[in-house]
């Protein structure tokens, strides 16, 4: 088990351990270390190899892949994690634990063996508000043909997706989105029931 990781341990209130980052993980292809389930484990050891800290892991979830009919179901994941890391060399580090699990990025929103995604750091926003509004305003299709070259926090799409929410809310219920000022729980209560219930616990 990942150092700090507790089933179901809640991150109460806003998340202030200092430099402090929510990951989402996901999975739906088996890679060299196993299933897609093991491969979330596998990231959670090279991280701490690294130096961080898993301070809480989330259970893990069955979801459809992204967009529907794109491939097999993903294994998904979110978790708490401390690192003195800057943004940018916490992206950089999730980056090479994706390459050291085997992961080759050739197209957005494809089949992966890893995808470890930096959801937020603390209250952060960046790389400002006006930035921020344009990638969160993008409609799917402009998603699908553009992607951000700088770093989008807390990610853009966090507030739409119910296999961040729904794992999110496993540890950090009272999250507080710092552009729109809602708590994880709201934003998963406000997502239509059934992309919620697509989102099934394997533990």
């Not at 700090?4 to 980052?21: N, V």
């Not at 966090?158 to 994880?184: K, M, N, S, Y």
Request: hydrophobic share 40%; aromatic share 6%; with cysteine.
């Amino acid at each position: 088990m990942p150092q700090g990781e507790s089933q179901g341990e809640t991150i109460r209130g806003s998340l202030k351990y200092g430099q402090g980052a929510l990951i989402a993980l996901g999975s739906n292809l088996t890679s060299s270390f196993g299933t897609p389930k093991m491969t979330l484990r596998k990231a959670f050891e090279k991280l701490q190899e690294r130096g961080a800290v898993i301070r809480a892991v989330s259970r893990m979830f069955r979801t459809p892949a992204f967009p529907p009919g794109s491939g097999p179901d993903f294994v998904n994941a979110v978790s708490f994690v401390q690192a003195d890391w800057s943004p940018a060399r916490f992206l950089a580090e999730l980056h090479q634990v994706e390459a050291d699990l085997g992961r080759v990025r050739t197209e957005r929103w494809g089949q992966r063996v890893v995808d470890l995604d930096l959801l937020a750091m603390d209250d952060l926003v960046l790389p400002d508000r006006k930035t921020h509004q344009y990638w969160r305003d993008l409609s799917l299709n402009q998603q699908k043909a553009i992607a951000p070259e700088d770093l989008i926090l807390p990610h853009p799409r966090v507030q739409e997706r119910a296999f961040v929410l729904v794992p999110l809310c496993d540890i950090a219920p009272e999250w507080q989105h710092p552009v729109l000022g809602l708590t994880a729980r709201q934003l998963c209560d406000a997502l239509p029931q059934d992309a919620k219930s697509e989102v099934v616990p394997l533990d």
